[in-house]
Each structure stands twice: as structure tokens, then as C-alpha cells.
């Protein structure tokens, strides 16, 4: 089976059209690594996204975001905050990653940020997405947030920096290094090739 | 005539694709805004190219390349410098602009960059794809470094920041701005459609 492995923040606006293209298409196996750009862009100095930070930046990105969700058929609504918390969404998906529901509630909850501007760091939200899905929420919530569950997120974010991750999205097909959802294309040619 | 404004910097290695795919083509009219980064990487408070300043980021630019310039059909060798001085490059641009000359002036230049490694902040070097060109070498190194021009230049650097550009290439469809060579297909849809 071919394999792509999808590194993705789900605070990140350009992760959210990957995960939804991903999570769309069946022809390539998903390897998916859900992580936190916040460490990252720390040890860059930035106690922000860059898309706050540098404002004009900032400022095109959500020029940019209703053209590509409209290119790819995405739905789209700006959030009323950005970046939203991200660490509880990523909790839960890391007990997914290996689950039949992992992409479905990658999607849906990618779709509670950017489609229905659902604050995705409160519990309730994350909560009725499980749910919605056929989970036992209260279940995952617990295991989610258990101490060997953050050892594995904090060990998941020391493995983007060995890989020298930088953004998100990253997608890499073997060794090779594809960044950003503008070169999502090109690896799932890799993937497929 | 469709129209589109490509501001480009000639050190910029995004910038090489995107010259070298408007200069071409024929569909579209090309408004050519050669322009400095520097400047504007300044009021970022960067005193180089973020793919200098981010090591993970700048080393990935270097895998990105030649499988980019593998897409677009176009020849790639990793400078031995980056960036490179593009100042003088830019002024003589600047009195190009409108001439028949400058598409072939900005796809030269570029070329002599990312394909040739050869130091494009040099008299010698920009001579030589003047006179290449047909034209009086002397002449136009001359009136590229007198006053009125370098004014010129601070000016469109001015223009620049008005316009909130904060990278490039930047390409602008009407009011719709379009950021990276990644995006050059939507801008020239757009400009075509």
C-alpha cells in the first residue's frame, strides 16, 4: 500500500485543507501525525503564529484561505479566533492515530475550526465530535489527557524536530520532505509514482 | 490585454519560477515590478533571508528547488551564494521595464543566478547579458546607477509597502494580490478568466 505521513497542527488554517484532502481520497494509506506547532515556532523566537506576528502576512492569509477552500471545495469561515488551542484536539487524535475513526475525526474536527468557528480547545466541543461519531467521549477525554498520553505528545513534538519540521502542514513519502498543502499534490504523485 | 504586476526580487529563488514562466508566456501581459526584499525583511527586523535565518526552513527550500524547476521544465543549480546582490540587477530593470527588452533581461539574469552561479551583483556579469541582448552595456550600467534612478528604486521600494507585499514573488490581478510562485496559476487564471 502506498503511504504518505501527514504532520498537521489543528490550529494550522493551510493543515486544515490537507486533512480534509487526505482524509477525502482512499488511493494512498495515511500515516497521520498529529502535532503542536507552538514548540516549534518557539524555538524560532515567535511566541505566536507568524500569521499574527507579521501582519501584512497575516492579513493575505485570510485572502488566501476563502481561494483555496473554494478551489479545493472546501467549506470555509474565517475563525473569530486564531490560532485556536489546539493541545486537546491533538491529545485525542494521537489515541486515534492507529483507530478506523482517526480521519473522521480529524475532518470533523478540522470542520468544527474552520467551517462552524467552534472553539476546538473546550472540552464540550471535542466532547459532541466524539460523540457524533459513535465514541465513548468521556472515555477518550480521560485517556487523552492521562499522564502517559502528554508524555506522548511532547515526545511526538521532540520527533518533528529530529525530522527538522518547521510548519505544518509537512508531509514526507519515505525520506523525502514535502511542506505545506501547495505540495500536497506533488507527494501524493511521490506516494503513488 | 490581461494584465499582471509580478514583483519579483532577482535574488529571490521563488521569483527565478515565476520570471521564467511569465517571460514565457504570451497570453498575458506582464506589468514587471523588479523590486528589493531586503527592506521589507528589514521592518520584519530579519537582517537576511528568512531561509538563511531559519536553517530547517532554508535547508528544505534546497530539496524543494530542483524538484520545482524538475515541474516547470526549467534548469537549477543551488547557488554558491544566497542571496545574492541583486541591487544593481534591479536598477537596470527598473529602465526596462517598459522596454521590449525586459523579459528577456529578467529571464537572463535569473538564468545567469540559478543556473549558471555566476555573481548577478557584478558590472561585468550584468554587462555581459546586456550586451547579450544587443544592447549598449555601458550606457544603461550608467543611467541604472545615477541618482534619478536609484531614487526610482527607494520609490518603488515605497510602493511595495503600501501595497503590504511581504515577500516574493507577489503578483497582483486588479486589487488581488496572489503570494508565491505557488499561486502564479490562480493569478494568471484570474487574469484570464
Known amino acids: 500500500m502506498k503511504e504518505i505521513a501527514c504532520w498537521f497542527d489543528f490550529a494550522s488554517n493551510y493543515s486544515y485543507l490537507s486533512v480534509l484532502r487526505l ?12 502535532f503542536l506547532l507552538g514548540p516549534i515556532f518557539k524555538e524560532q523566537g515567535w511566541d505566536n503564529s507568524p ?28 475563525p473569530s479566533e486564531f490560532p485556536r488551542r489546539s493541545l486537546l484536539a491533538a491529545r485525542v487524535a494521537l489515541l486515534g492515530e492507529h483507530q478506523p475513526w482517526m480521519a473522521e475525526f480529524c475532518a470533523r474536527t478540522m470542520l468544527a475550526n474552520f467551517e462552524h468557528d467552534e472553539d476546538i480547545g473546550s472540552e464540550a466541543v471535542i466532547a459532541t465530535i466524539l460523540t457524533g461519531i459513535g465514541l465513548d467521549a468521556a472515555a477518550l477525554l ?6 502517559d498520553n502528554k508524555v506522548r505528545l511532547r515526545a ?35 506516494a503513488t509514482g
Open 23 to 34: 482524509a477525502r481520497q482512499k488511493e494512498v494509506a495515511v500515516q497521520w501525525k498529529p
Open 51 to 78: 500569521f499574527v506576528l507579521q501582519k501584512d502576512k497575516g492579513d493575505y492569509v485570510w485572502q488566501d484561505m476563502p481561494r483555496e477552500c473554494a478551489k479545493y471545495g472546501l467549506p470555509w469561515r474565517q
Open 142 to 147: 480521560t485517556a487523552a489527557q492521562s499522564d
Open 156 to 190: 511526538r513534538g521532540e520527533e518533528a524536530r529530529s525530522l527538522h519540521i518547521f510548519g505544518a502542514p509537512t508531509f514526507f513519502v519515505g525520506p523525502d520532505m514535502y511542506w505545506g498543502n501547495d505540495r500536497l499534490t506533488d507527494a501524493l504523485a511521490r
